[in-house]
T-cell receptor, first 113, second 112 residues
Framework: QKEVEQNSGPLSVPEGAIASLNCTYS??????FFWYRQYSGKSPELIMF????GDKEDGRFTAQLNKASQYVSLLIRDSQPSDSATYLC?????????????FGQGTTLQVKP | DTEVTQTPKHLVMGMTNKKSLKCEQH?????MYWYKQKAKKPPELMFV???????INESVPSRFSPECPNSSLLNLHLHALQPEDSALYLC???????????FGSGTQLSVL
């Protein structure tokens, strides 16, 4: 059974701090990794994707991937109250060529002013 | 343009009703998906269409019937649903393969 694990939180950080969200996965052959942000009552919004080991930066967001450790993380710099949401880690299933993703349970982030 | 459009946004139906959810994308994506999401849970995959053909059915009950009339449209026909089917139904599309999924805004379904 392929799994994606996240700490459900809530993770609470003060405004302006760095928020660090972590995810581990069991499918060693996975090649694609995604972070989605979901506000309460809304649909998931893709904020980062990463395919190669290392770091990928986009604005205040940095995704980090370590395939050897089967670990993905998302860093949010200068956290804002508007970043308060649930962050879903999703991993592409290696045996699927139709974009099947396995989602983690999500981490709730609270950014306090 | 990364928009996936879903209608209706809200739907209330009785257990004997027949209704349909609609989804549309004009990004030329070759794969389209239906997900179901309960409160405080991650999205659960229901169906995948690839090149307009059903490629994945995650053992979904037959009261849910998907349809892909063309490469831009995806429907989900609902019949004889149960109250436990109440959830947020999400449509998504992707260019294909293990590429990024883009979600629509969802249909919040309540079954009475």
């Amino acid at each position: 059974q392929k799994e994606v694990e996240q700490n459900s939180g809530p993770l609470s950080v003060p405004e302006g701090a760095i928020a660090s969200l972590n995810c581990t996965y069991s499918d060693r052959g996975s090649q694609s990794f995604f972070w989605y942000r979901q506000y309460s009552g809304k649909s998931p919004e893709l904020i980062m994707f990463i395919y190669s080991n290392g770091d990928k930066e986009d604005g205040r967001f940095t995704a980090q991937l370590n395939k050897a450790s089967q670990y993905v993380s998302l860093l949010i710099r200068d956290s804002q109250p508007s970043d308060s949401a649930t962050y879903l880690c999703a991993v592409g299933v290696s045996s699927s060529n139709t974009g099947k993703l396995i989602f983690g349970q999500g981490t709730t982030l609270q950014v306090k002013p | 343009d990364t928009e996936v459009t879903q209608t209706p946004k809200h739907l209330v139906m009785g257990m004997t009703n027949k209704k349909s959810l609609k989804c549309e994308q004009h990004m030329g994506h070759r794969a389209m998906y239906w997900y179901k999401q309960k409160a405080k849970k991650p999205p659960e995959l229901m169906f995948v269409y690839s090149y307009e053909k059903l490629s994945i059915n995650e053992s979904v009950p037959s009261r849910f019937s998907p349809e892909c009339p063309n490469s831009s449209l995806l429907n989900l026909h609902l019949h004889a649903l149960q109250p436990e089917d109440s959830a947020l139904y999400l449509c998504a599309s992707s260019p294909g393969g293990n590429e990024k999924l883009f979600f629509g805004s969802g249909t919040q379904l309540s079954v009475l």
